[in-house]
């Protein structure tokens, strides 16, 4: 059986109507968010480095992406009437005012990755990203925060989530000294992470809300994390000062494009496989995009160890594992 969703330009596209279907489908678009994920850090923490002012290139990033998204509106019709459904359903109270406000997650990701990665390196980054969005996709997905309603705590569930916890601190821990002295610090990604959790949920809702198109509720979460990031770069500005230099490598300045596949993607599929299996498969697409990148783009003395490889082979089967409920939803865990 085939059902019919609309695409962003408004043309039918058909997909497989079975929930094992869907639940493939979105944990591979997971899995390719998390990749872009890895990239975004890589990106976003250089660009940290070179304008010596953190919050500004979060804003930079953030804002890039609400830039290219407002100049999409004239041009898609889809999301003027995604946009127009959010609002008729804020009106309504059918989408709660505090279930836009996604942006702050994202805008705390980014913000994590300019100030946390050029002095604790990406790897205690991912680490405590990775912690707090696990253990928040939990209680998110108990909850019922994101659309597809409360989800059960299964064995699978929590034995996939330790499984990945365990597989990431391994694969991560010869990164674990890099931050010197300035372990106040990891409290930004923990922190970062359980907010994510956060975000794809109630991103999901507005999504929803936009009648299924993806890039409306991106456009929302990105309009609120600009308007945090920038309240943020003029506190910084007082205290701080503005940036020393200006990066003219044209690729730093893309992290607000690589944002947009991420975000568009988790509204889109935490529907169908909620918000821990989404962070999840995301987090196995975090290790793939970083041994990529470690393979074919390595920062000056970094290497592909063993650990590395295994840890990424053990959490891409915590996924898997993780995904059993789908299959058998009596092995709940009591309440």
Request: proline share 5%; hydrophobic share 55%.
């Amino acid at each position: 059986m085939m059902s019919t969703l609309r695409s962003e330009d408004g043309r039918p596209s058909a997909t497989h109507g079975s929930p094992s279907a869907r639940v493939k489908t979105g944990i591979l678009l997971a899995v390719a968010s998390g990749v872009t994920m890895a990239l975004q850090s890589r990106v976003n923490g250089r660009l940290g480095t070179g304008l010596h002012d953190s919050f500004l290139a979060a804003v930079v990033s953030f804002g890039g992406g609400l830039l290219v998204l407002t100049a999409a509106l004239p041009f898609s019709t889809r999301m003027r009437d995604g946009l127009a459904s959010v609002r008729r359903a804020l009106l309504a109270n059918t989408l709660r005012p505090w279930q836009c406000l996604g942006g702050i997650g994202g805008a705390m990701f980014v913000a994590g990755q300019s100030i946390t990665v050029p002095v604790l390196g990406v790897a205690l980054y991912t680490v405590g990203v990775v912690a707090g969005q696990t253990v928040s996709g939990l209680f998110v997905d108990r909850a019922g925060l994101g659309p597809a309603g409360p989800q059960p705590l299964t064995w699978p569930r929590v034995l996939g989530a330790v499984l990945t916890l365990g597989a990431v601190a391994g694969s991560l821990s010869g990164g674990l000294g890099a931050g010197g002295g300035q372990w106040w610090l990891f409290a930004l990604p923990l922190v970062a992470g359980a907010l994510t959790a956060v975000q794809q949920a109630v991103n999901g809702r507005v999504g929803e809300a936009a009648e299924g198109s993806a890039f409306s509720a991106t456009w929302v979460n990105f309009a609120v994390g600009t308007a945090v990031l920038v309240l943020a770069w003029f506190v910084s500005l007082a205290v701080r000062g503005g940036p020393t230099a200006v990066p003219t490598n044209p690729v730093l300045y893309l992290g607000g494009l690589i944002g947009i596949v991420f975000i568009a993607l988790a509204s889109f599929v935490v529907r169908w496989i909620g918000v821990l299996l989404l962070g999840l498969a995301a987090i196995g697409g975090q290790l793939i995009g970083a041994l990529l990148l470690d393979l074919f783009a390595p920062e000056p003395g970094a290497h592909v160890s063993t650990a590395t490889l295994v840890g990424t082979a053990v959490a891409l089967g915590a996924i898997a594992v993780a995904g059993l409920p789908f299959g058998g939803a009596k092995r709940a865990l009591p309440e």
